[in-house]
Nanobody, 116 residues
């Protein structure tokens, strides 16, 4: 059974940090590109960060560049999103995604709230 399970969300003050984790099972995780998306209330889901399988190259949305870092541990079948210098506008449900060709899997999401 394919599963992506996110964890690490929560309430944090502006300027704080969180690290999200996404544990994969049921498929060959190392063969899939990893992505983090987020969706704020009333807004469309947006791509935040991605990491390719071959080169491990990363890309980030302009809004998070320099603050967020995506990484993965293939031995643990886990992808991470380190989020620093958090802002209220980072408040959203964060979803991890794994994709290989036309096969795409999603996690259930984890809430991140940035508020004082």
């Amino acid at each position: 059974q394919v599963q992506l399970v996110e964890s690490g969300g929560g309430l944090v003050q502006p300027g704080g940090s969180l690290r999200l984790s996404c544990a994969a099972s049921g498929f060959t995780f190392s063969s899939y590109a990893s992505r983090w998306y987020r969706q704020a209330p009333g807004k469309e889901r947006e791509l935040v960060a991605s990491m390719s399988t071959a080169s491990g190259s990363t890309n980030y949305a302009d809004s998070v560049k320099g603050r967020f870092t995506i990484s993965r541990d293939n031995a643990k079948n886990t992808v991470y999103l380190q989020m620093n210098s958090l802002k209220p506008e980072d408040t959203a449900v964060y979803y991890c995604n794994a994709q290989s060709g036309t096969r795409r899997y999603w996690g259930q999401g984890t809430q991140v709230t940035v508020s004082s």
